[in-house]
């Protein structure tokens, strides 16, 4: 996240956020010219590996503290490189996905964030971040007073344990699986345990309890101390009982938020227009400031960065959503000191890596020989450089807990741009001279310079490369298939929340493996398998970071099921007219819920 994933996402996080998404992550590149380069370091990554606060029944109490100097009105523009891959919560796992989710969507819980990126947990729909009982076993929420959807009807607890239960449903194969498998079992065996609503049968009541219209109780076999944090994520946002079209619903979904979708036409463009039964007294996260966003799709960061420098006529109320400052136009606005006045940046928690594909490439020597020959400086040059993104030396990035820059196993540190000849050693000694390879990569323009990139070495080192291109908007769904058919292809994942736990087991759990799921090199490893059930039991924060990062180590110089190839910073410009602008260390982009248009 996710994957954001968050990947979101962020992510979804989207993890995120990544195709162009990200799980996505982004650009800004070199600097270049005499360009002083003020991006952001891994010293300001270090701010987001801390613990999340959570906050009390006050803190989760509505409205939202007043953004300094907002003033109502206006329609915000918004310019997006690929259409959203999904409109369901529990389908979204993506960077765009989770921000559009900020503005239509809301769950349990939600992140209440500061000026300096501190995250504090707050009742969303709930009264509070929850009430832990039988050792953290045991959560209880209660929900708050007059809350609506955006057709006018009630939402009560059966809304909440209809979210809940459609998750197990087979239509839903993209989104988090956090929840499913605490509840009822690791893995994909979650869905054994409960195969979903469809044939009118409920979760029983020592798993999921709904005594009364406004309480509901999660029963789990072992603690889950980060279940507020993990309700946060998109995939959660409820989905009123009567108003789910179950599989229909990914088109046209109903809001809860600020905001509703008014008219979409895929592909090309979606309005929202603000939601009359959202309450702000009962949301202290979120501001309702703009009359609507018109989201305008087909423009990539190429396109954005030159409409908004440039600053002229509906590009002055313009935004970026995940969109990042392209490389091309990096120096015209690093050297102008107008345009920085309107622009963020932040260290996102995504890792830019090349998976194998470990059905197909079943030879560690290979995997090594590849993982060597990555020229990771000029991959995300091409997506950035200073300002997108640095070489990444391992699987988890510098925002989580347990990083540890001194594992460089692949000498990236002295050699950030590749080493041909020790990859060519490793290819004469394994005979894969001539081998043939696929190599998958998104449609979008920054995905096809870094495809020519990174064919190009591995040619240079002796292999066959074929190159296939994928539609961006569908990517994640498309080499989230078990059998998609491709050896190599990138993917950009980031922590959930500041855990490794929300890394680790996701992508590289062998448990997991099934369509829509995270782990995309279909690694299958016992040893990782046994650790991550291990490790998932430890209720020691500072022994859980410490056996995450030596899982973290193992998975690179043993097995290696991925390349890992660069970390990602955004670097955002808006229009001039584009108030209360922030990054969200939650989001890993611009703050969406407190933008206004000044004038």
């Known amino acids: 996240m996710s994957i954001f994933r968050n990947r979101t996402a962020t992510a979804a996080i989207v993890a995120v956020a990544a195709g162009a998404l990200t799980l996505t992550a982004c650009g800004g590149g070199d600097s270049g010219g005499s360009a002083k380069d003020n991006s952001k370091k891994k010293e300001d990554a270090k701010s987001q590996s801390k613990p999340v606060q959570i906050g009390d029944a006050q803190a989760s109490t509505g409205p939202a503290p007043e953004v300094p100097g907002a003033t109502p009105g206006g329609t915000m523009t918004v310019y997006q490189e690929d259409d959203f891959s999904h409109l369901d919560p529990g389908q979204i796992y993506v960077s765009d996905g989770k921000l559009l989710s900020r503005l239509i969507f809301r769950g349990l819980t939600q992140y209440s964030e500061d000026d300096k990126g501190n995250l504090t947990v707050v009742g969303d729909l709930a009264t509070d971040a929850g009430k832990s009982s039988n050792g953290g076993k045991t959560w209880t929420y209660t929900l708050k007073d007059n809350l609506k959807d955006a057709n006018g009807n009630p939402i009560n607890s059966a809304d909440i344990r209809n979210t809940v239960e459609r998750l197990y449903s087979s239509y839903i194969t993209d989104g988090p699986t956090y929840l499913q498998q605490w509840l009822s079992g690791a893995g994909t065996t979650y869905r054994d345990a409960y195969t979903g609503p469809d044939k009118g049968k409920h979760l029983p009541d020592n798993v999921l309890a709904t005594p009364d219209d406004k309480t509901i109780v999660f029963n789990f076999k072992v603690a889950q101390p980060d279940l507020p944090q993990m309700l946060t994520m998109p995939g959660y946002s409820v989905v009123p009982v009567e108003t789910d079209t179950k599989a229909k619903y990914d088109t046209a979904p109903v809001a809860v938020g600020p905001y509703k979708i008014a008219d979409f036409k895929p592909g090309k463009s979606m309005k929202l227009v603000k939601n009359t039964h959202w309450d702000p007294k009962s949301d202290s996260v979120r501001h309702q400031y703009v009359d609507g ?26 935004m970026m959503f995940t969109g990042q400052v392209a490389t091309t136009q990096l120096q015209k606005v690093v050297s102008d000191k107008a345009a920085m006045k309107r622009t963020i940046q932040g260290y996102a928690p995504y890792v830019w890596q090349l998976n194998f594909n470990m059905d197909r490439i079943k030879d560690k020597k290979l995997r090594d020989a590849i993982t060597l020959a990555i020229p990771s400086s000029s991959v995300f040059k091409a997506d950035g450089g200073a300002y997108g993104g640095e070489v990444a030396n391992s699987l988890i990035s510098p925002t989580t807990p347990g990083y540890d820059e001194a594992f460089d196993p692949f000498s990236r540190h002295k050699k950030p741009n590749g080493d041909i000849e020790a990859a060519k050693k490793l290819i004469k000694e394994g005979g894969f001279e001539g081998k043939s390879l696929v190599y998958a990569y998104a449609n979008t323009p920054v995905r096809q310079q870094q495809a020519v990139l990174i064919t190009t070495a591995l040619e240079k080192i002796g292999l066959d490369i074929q190159k296939k291109e994928i539609d961006g908007a569908t990517w994640y769904e498309q080499v989230g298939k078990v059998n998609n058919g491709l050896d190599l292809y990138m993917t950009g994942w980031g922590q959930d929340w500041p855990s490794a736990s929300t890394v680790i087991p996701p992508v590289y759990d062998g448990t997991q493996i099934q369509d829509g799921a995270s782990n995309y090199s279909h690694i299958n490893d016992a040893h990782v398998n046994s650790e991550i059930k291990r490790i998932s039991q430890i209720t020691d924060t500072a022994e859980a970071t410490k056996a995450w990062a030596e899982l973290s180590k193992y998975i690179s110089e ?16 808006f229009g001039s007219n584009v108030g209360g602008l922030r990054y969200s260390s939650d989001s890993s982009y611009v703050d969406v819920t407190r933008v206004f248009l000044k004038k």
């Open 558 to 573: 043993k097995v290696n099921p991925a390349a890992p190839m660069y970390y990602t910073k955004v670097f955002q410009i």
């Open 293 to 318: 966003f018109d989201i305008s799709i087909n423009h990539d960061d190429e396109d954005q960065t030159k409409t908004l420098l440039a600053d002229q006529g509906e590009a002055k109320n313009a």
